[in-house]
Every structure is written in C-alpha cells, then in structure tokens.
C-alpha cells in the first residue's frame, strides 16, 4: 500500500515514515526541506532497511503533485508539510497563511481529483486556544491565539465542509500535545534552526553546552511547583498513532486528541531529564513567556477506544531519547 507522506522529511515526518516503512508500507515523501534535511530520510532508510521515493518539492505545486499521484497508486496521504513556529507567526503572518493554507488547499484539491480520499491531518493542541478545563477532550471549543494556530483551525473547517460535502472522504485529525523523544537509535530527531523555542530541545542544548542555561518562564502558575504543565508525548508513539488513523475504517472525520493525558511541570522534565542522562542542567527562574497557559494536558480516551492507541512511552523514556540523538549528533543534521 502506497502512503504520500507531505513533510515527511521533518521531525514527525521522518520517524512516521521509519514506522510505516517497519509495518510494511510503500512510502513516497514530498518535501521542499525548508526545515529539514534530506539525510533524515536516508537514515530512515538505513534504519529500516527499506527505500522511500522523495520528490523534493513544494506542495503548494500543483504540477509536482499531479506527477506523484499519475506515476504512483497512492492509496492515501498523511499531511505534516507545513510552517509550526508560533512566534515566528506571530511576525510574518502572510508566511504561514501562504504556506500552510495554499499548500494544504492544493493538496486537497488534487486528492479529490485522483479520487485519493483518505487523509491524516497534523493538527495541533494549539487548536484549543486557552482550555478552559483539563484534561481537554475533542469537544473543548475551539478558538486561537496566533496565525499559526489560525492556519490549523482553518484547514479542519476546510475538512469538515470537505467531507461534508463527499461521504467518500476518510480523515483523521489528529491534535498532538507536546511531541519531544526521538527514535531509539538516536539517528533521527529533531534539529531546530538556531536558538530552540521550544522546552525539549533547549535542555538538550544546554546539556550539550551549546546553550548556558535553561529559563524557567514563571513559577506562579497554579500548578504543584508553579512551573508550566503540558502533556509530553514520545514522538514514537506520536507516529504510531498515525498508523492506526490509517488503518481505521469509517467515513467522515474525526479529531483525535494524542497525548499521554499526563501533566508534567518544566521543574518535573528537567529532574526527570537529569535523572534519565546524569547530566545537570543548569536553570533560572524568569517571567512568564506571553500567551503561555498554566495546564494543557490530554483526554486521549477516544483514540484510545476508536482507534486502539495509547501512548507507551514515559517522561524519562522520552528524556533519555531525546538525549541520545543530541549526544551522537551535537549540532543536528548537517553540521
Ligand atoms: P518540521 O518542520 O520538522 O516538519 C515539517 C516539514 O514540512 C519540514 O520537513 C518542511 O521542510 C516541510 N514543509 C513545510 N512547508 C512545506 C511545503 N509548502 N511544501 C513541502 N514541504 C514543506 O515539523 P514537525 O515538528 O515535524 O511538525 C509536523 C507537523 O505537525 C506540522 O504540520 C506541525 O504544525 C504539526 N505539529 C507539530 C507539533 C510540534 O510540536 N512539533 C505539535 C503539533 C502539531
Ligand atoms: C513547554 C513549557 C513553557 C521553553 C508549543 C506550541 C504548540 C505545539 C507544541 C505546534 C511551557 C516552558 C519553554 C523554555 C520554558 N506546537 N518553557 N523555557 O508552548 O506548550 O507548545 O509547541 O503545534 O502549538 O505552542 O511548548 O516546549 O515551547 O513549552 O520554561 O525555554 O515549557 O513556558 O510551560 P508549548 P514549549
């Protein structure tokens, strides 16, 4: 069975493309590797002992894609391509609108026209804006707070009135929580472009002494330390989700929350990171980081009965590999 995987090259994509290769899946990728690298792809091919057919190109062209599905039998499509820094959003609005909503437009539109129906859809926790209540199950109102968490909600509405409109279509919306790990081997992971914004990789590269020290932004929050409480989830486990969105029969859409449905405190990742690699990572607390929220944690009990999922992995699980593939590559991919 032949999976299109948009973006396959990025962090999420490539360790979904390592799993779908590993289950026996044919997998084509597009990717323009704005942020990504194309030996990501090799070494999950080294990985999985298996080839993948890469079209590097943008999936906002209309005619590379047309050439995929006329010299492919794709059978579906898992769509990550796309722009995810929320404060790189916030600056260069017309950017993520562009990118996000155009390259998921054409897709859609070219799908439809080679009678490929069946979608997986990266959608984000970010979908939820200020949860009123945790944990947050997939009936929470949704609303936004930045152009990128804009462009997501965009692109469901433009699902639900797709499948609304043809009881052919299969999608899943699946909303991540907090993706952080990496795969075992250490080979693949993430590698972000200059300083990290994100928690996971900030502490690897002040373990790595690439950064001096990881600041804690607020500890006044109304959690158990006053630390920030989100829900980490392995990004193995993340990409095994997506196969079982794959594999599971129905019509219509359907929004999946994927988390661990655990709380952790920035105070709980750093111990329990220091615990996993027995490195000390150096910390200060600092002001709250505007638009961050006390609690956002998962209800993933519905991917849980429908599609059969539930995240394995733990914290120190997810500490330790991350730290395996900072440790064997200190500056990423390429340098
Ligand atoms: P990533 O940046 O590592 O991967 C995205 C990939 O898409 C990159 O390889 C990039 O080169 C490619 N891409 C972007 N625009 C493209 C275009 N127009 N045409 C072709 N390729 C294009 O990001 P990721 O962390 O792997 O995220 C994957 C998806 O999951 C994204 O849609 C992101 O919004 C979503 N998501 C990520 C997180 C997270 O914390 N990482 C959380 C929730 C949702
Ligand atoms: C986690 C916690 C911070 C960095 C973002 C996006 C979201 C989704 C996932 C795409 C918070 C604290 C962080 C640091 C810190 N992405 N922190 N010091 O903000 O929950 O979610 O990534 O869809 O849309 O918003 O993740 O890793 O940035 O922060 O104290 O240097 O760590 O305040 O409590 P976030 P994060």
Redesign the pocket.
Known sequence: MEILV????????SHTCLELLREGYDVVV???????HKIALDRVEKLAEKTITFYE????DKAALENIFTNHHIQAVIH?????AVGESVEKPLSYYK??LI?SLVLFEVMQQYAVKKLVF?????VYGVPENTPITEEAPRATTNP?GAT?LIIEQMLEDIAASDSSWQISLLR?F??IGADISGLIG?DPNGIPN?LMPYITQVAAGRLEEVNVYGQDYETHDGTGIRDYIHVVDLAKGHLKALQYSYYGVEAFNLGTGIGSSVLDVISTFEKATGTQIKHKIVNRRPGDVAKCYADSSKAQKLLGWTAEKTLYNMCKDSWEWQSRNPNGYLK
């Open positions: 948009t973006g396959g090259a990025g962090y999420i994509g597009i990717d323009n590797l704005s942020n990504s190109a943008d999936v906002m990550f391509a796309g722009l995810k990118n996000n390259s990266s959608s984000s926790a970010t990128y997501k991540y907090n993706p993430e994100n």
